[in-house]
């Protein structure tokens, strides 16, 4: 056998999720007197020791407003949430830093978007493509355009199996669309989308593209010139970051078209009494005093997760999804939502007979933090003829040991509830 089909053949390396597991102070902690499972990834994960410790230095030794000062703290801050801005750009391998705007987390982004590049183009009758899975900061936006100027949604929806229904996505297209807004990872279903072929059909038929990566950035290494979407959108606090930071990623000649989203400090060239001229992007959509120690925070969990083996902590992922879907399947009295080829490691699920919502109080008992609810997902909720779901969503530093204590727990949260 050749050296490349020997590689072809070859299972990807190892991945030490202990070693990874270590680096995060809250997983050592026990609850209820009993160790703690988080498995609440896709709502928010938790954050390593360097996270930490990069905002900790910050508010100790280097605290300064940025950008406008002279003096030393000033350019310390100002150089580290700029190199924090690099690091996202790295991160999602985009051409440039200045591709990137810092938002206060993925669902402003995506009202920037709806506010300063699609409303100032949209006429009564435009269309807008979603899918039935879109998380609500996904749908409110186009709704607002719907109401303000008679933007038309058009819904795209899923295969019983939880995929993305291409045909359909497909046949939505007229010579009306104007813009398509989709997840590039379902957080309910945990479903994969082809985001290269969303955006190649949609660039057919003349329309831009902005995907919600909140979930997959999480999960898979993320090119977004690859993909060449028009837009894509995270959210520090779900990549081991804090919350109230996101980006926005724009391709730097549609940034430099869209007008200003808020107004401030900032975001201007000159003002006078008369007239304002504004600042390039992405300075232009951050205006007022930025989320300082909370960027220099995202920067420092891109740069973590990119020191990792991606390859290896994804297949580690997948691994521990099977293992607790396998388990699961043994139960007659669990139903699973979700179960397209490829998925991320999302898993939604109920329980025969008995309310999300206790099946989580009931996890909780035992150490096990699972998600309980309609998970900001309404429509999909209607199209899978439920009102909630229980959710267990994993990471790189959940281990076997943890899917074990969850389904332990589950069994016994059924006997309690009978």
Not at 129 to 138: A, K, T
Not at 299 to 310: K, N
Request: aromatic share 8%; with cysteine; glycine share 8%.
């Amino acid at each position: 056998m050749s050296e490349s089909a020997a590689s072809l053949q070859s299972p990807p390396p190892a991945f030490d999720a202990e070693a990874f597991r270590a680096e995060f102070p809250i997983l050592s902690r026990e609850v209820y007197g009993k160790p703690l499972t988080y498995l609440d990834n896709a709502a928010s994960s938790q954050k390593p020791r360097c996270v930490i410790d990069a905002m900790t230095y910050v508010m100790e030794m280097e605290y300064a407003n940025v950008h406008r000062g002279l003096h030393f703290l000033s350019n310390a801050a100002t150089q580290k949430y700029e190199d924090a801005r690099a690091s996202v750009a790295r991160f999602l391998k985009a051409a440039s830093s200045e591709e990137i705007v810092f938002t206060s987390g993925g669902t402003d982004a995506m009202n920037l978007v709806a506010a300063a590049y699609l409303e100032p183009r949209i006429e009564a009758g435009d269309e807008i493509i979603l899918s039935v899975m879109e998380h609500h900061s996904n749908i409110v936006p186009w709704h607002f355009l719907r109401e303000r100027h008679g933007a038309v949604l058009k819904w795209v929806p899923v295969t019983e199996a939880g995929a993305l229904d291409m045909d359909a996505y497909r046949a939505a297209f007229s010579p009306r669309t104007k813009f398509v807004a989709m997840t590039h990872m379902s957080n309910v279903l945990g479903t994969a989308l082809p985001g290269g072929e969303i955006v190649e059909i949609a660039h057919a038929h003349g329309a831009k593209v902005m995907l919600d990566g909140c979930q997959a950035a999480a999960h898979t290494p993320i090119d977004v010139r690859d993909l060449d979407v028009d837009f894509y959108i995270l959210t520090g606090h779900k990549l081991f970051g804090p919350t109230g930071i996101g980006a926005l990623y724009g391709k730097a000649d549609l940034l430099a078209e869209m007008r200003p989203y808020r107004g401030g400090g900032e975001m201007i060239d000159a003002v006078t009494e008369d007239a304002v001229t504004y600042n390039e992007p992405p300075h232009r959509f951050e205006a007022g005093t930025p989320p300082i120690i909370e960027g220099i925070g995202l920067g420092a969990a891109v740069e973590f997760i990119m020191g990792l083996d991606r390859e290896a902590a994804e297949a580690h992922e997948k691994a521990l999804l099977a293992q607790a879907t396998d388990r699961l399947r043994e139960l007659n009295w669990v139903q699973i939502y979700g179960e397209d080829e490829g998925k991320g490691a999302i898993l939604s699920f109920s329980v025969e007979g008995a309310h999300p919502h206790d099946v989580s109080q009931l996890l909780d008992r035992s150490g096990v933090a699972v998600r309980a609810g309609h998970h900001c997902c309404q429509p999909l909720m209607a199209r899978l003829g439920v009102t909630a779901t229980a959710r267990a969503s994993f990471a790189a530093y959940n281990t076997a040991d943890d899917v074990e204590r969850f389904i332990e727990g589950l069994v016994k949260a059924h006997s309690i509830l009978g």
